[in-house]
């Protein structure tokens, strides 16, 4: 059976409501001969944002892949896929903020990174575990959730309170 793990909800409303938040009032104070063209490239830039956040992944019994979007995959994302039994182990390392990235190590030495993103994240991992044999007691989203709420909540507000200044 097909399983199919969409980036995870926050992480999307946390980049589309940041880039709303910064973008909205462009259109309102560039000056009249560009407004049409500022209009343009904000709806372009939130389609790009939008589709960007539209990765996901897809397990089955034999593999698991990562779909990335044509917008990704034109600024350098790559889709990628592996065989279950071709996954050796999954090794950890660290990154500057403190938190860890996972990556699927295969038998030929490819490395490949764990999404850490993903909805249904302790459904997925439980997945990966069944199908290789590999403990993910340690495996966790890589920022804690309450991040990107924090970021939406934050966006929002700034949103809300450019809204009140240009209506008054």
């Known amino acids: 059976m097909i399983e199919k793990f969409k980036t995870l ?3 999307k409303s946390s980049l ?5 938040a910064l973008t909205i009032p462009l259109p309102f104070v560039v000056v009249e ?3 049409i063209f500022s209009i343009i490239i904000f709806a372009l830039g939130l389609y790009l944002i939008i589709n960007i956040t ?3 992944v897809e397990t089955c019994s034999n593999k698991i892949s990562y779909k990335s979007s044509f917008i990704s995959k034109f600024l350098g994302k790559k889709n990628w896929e592996i065989s279950w039994k071709d996954i050796r182990l999954i090794k950890s390392l660290p990154t500057s903020q403190g938190s860890k990235v996972y990556y699927f190590n ?3 030495g490819d490395n490949f990174l764990v999404p850490q993103r993903v909805e249904n ?3 997925f991992l439980l997945i990966v575990s069944s199908n290789t044999g590999i403990a993910i007691n340690e495996i966790s989203y890589i920022s804690p959730l309450w991040t990107y709420k924090l970021l939406t909540l934050l966006s929002v507000l700034m949103i809300i309170g450019e809204l009140f200044a240009f209506l008054n």
């Open 121 to 123: 994240f302790e459904k």
């Open 33 to 35: 001969k560009l407004k």
């Open 106 to 108: 295969t038998f030929q």
């Open 54 to 56: 539209s990765d996901y």
């Open 9 to 11: 909800f926050f992480v």
């Open 16 to 20: 589309v409501s940041l880039y709303l």
